[in-house]
């Protein structure tokens, strides 16, 4: 017998989950969603999130509520009579009256090996940091920050030069493939469930603004690991100099590279391997304001960065 399952995510990494559920004959009797947001240079246009198309495409009925504050949204939950709701990345907080509105409660895929990275971001803390590991859990909700006793784990190794993009795309399906697994485990009443340790806890901060420009004095390991943190967005960034102005210029690729001298320095050797404070990191995939994304010798046919050109 499936299970009537309110579905609750919003951006492309939810979709396979969705697509799963209704694959392996579940019912979805509603699908939540942030939404449709302003888009356009003038924000005149909404666009739907990737959840809302896709849902519309499977046929699915869709709500969007702002917020649950108001009564009347929790009563519109409780009454679709489910029997679970299944959360990946909806992006909003989830009162009480939601995480038990449901005979058998509220089921996350969470894109980390809790308790290291609860939060926001853990994709991009996990490469940030460096870790050789991550995974994709679920875990049944409750009142903490993903705080609840994990059911399933399925790791996968963080390559070297992996960069969030590619993490995002390869704990997406694993997620997927996960969270069909426990439904069908719930289902029979067999999935297990372990509370998380209480040691090794950290956060998974939202990334800012503010931490996206690249710092050429840290280690060449430490760059280059922000640097495939935060790509494809929303990009680590440098300034190069330029006869009118410093120009912008977000990297999107690296490798460790070879060589020594002042931080932000363009060595010579290998096209654009720049010193760090210690070591020196290879820039192989950039970006103008604007412009293509370009390997770094097309890059450097327009943009001049000789030996001793400083960035910054």
């Known amino acids: 017998m499936a299970l009537k399952i309110i579905f609750m995510g919003t951006p492309d990494f939810s979709v396979p989950t969705l697509r799963a ?19 356009g240079r003038r924000g005149l246009s ?19 509520p702002v917020s649950f504050r108001a009564e009347e949204d929790r009563a519109a939950f409780r009454a679709l009579d489910a029997d679970v709701a299944v959360v990946v990345a909806y992006g909003l907080i989830l009162p ?5 509105g449901t005979r058998l409660g509220a089921y996350n895929g969470h894109a980390s090996l809790l308790p290291r990275w609860r939060g926001a971001a853990p994709i991009q803390r996990a490469i940030m940091a460096g870790d050789a590991e991550t995974g994709m859990m679920v875990m049944k909700m409750d009142k903490g920050l993903d705080t609840g006793p994990v059911a399933l784990t399925d790791k996968v190794s963080i390559g070297e030069n992996m960069t969030a993009g590619e993490l995002h795309d390869a704990l997406m399906l694993k997620g997927a493939k996960l969270m069909a697994i426990a439904m069908a ?34 280690p060449a390991k430490e760059v280059h ?13 440098t300034e190069m100099p330029t006869e009118k102005r410093a ?13 020594e001298g002042p931080a932000g320095t363009v ?14 990191v290879r820039l192989t995939r950039l970006q103008k304001a604007g412009g293509k994304v370009l390997d770094a010798e097309d890059f450097l046919r327009g943009n001049a960065l000789p030996p001793g050109t400083v960035l910054s």
């Open 247 to 259: 120009e912008r210029v977000k990297v999107h690729e690296s490798r460790i590279g070879a060589g």
């Open 185 to 218: 485990k719930l289902e029979g009443g067999e999935l297990p469930l372990v509370p998380q340790a209480e040691d090794g806890v950290t956060y998974a901060r939202k990334i800012e603004k503010t931490e996206t420009r690249m710092d050429f004095s840290r």
């Open 46 to 64: 909404e666009v739907k999130s990737p959840v809302h198309q896709a849902a519309e495409l499977l046929g699915l009925a869709v709500r969007t």
């Open 96 to 100: 009480e009256a939601i995480l038990s």
């Open 267 to 280: 060595l010579d050797g290998d096209p654009l391997t720049i010193a760090c404070g210690e070591g020196a």
């Open 225 to 237: 690991n922000h640097i495939r943190g935060l790509a494809p967005f929303p990009g680590a960034w």
């Open 21 to 39: 559920l209704v694959e392996a004959g579940h019912e979805i009797v509603s699908v939540y969603t942030q939404p449709p947001r302003a888009a």
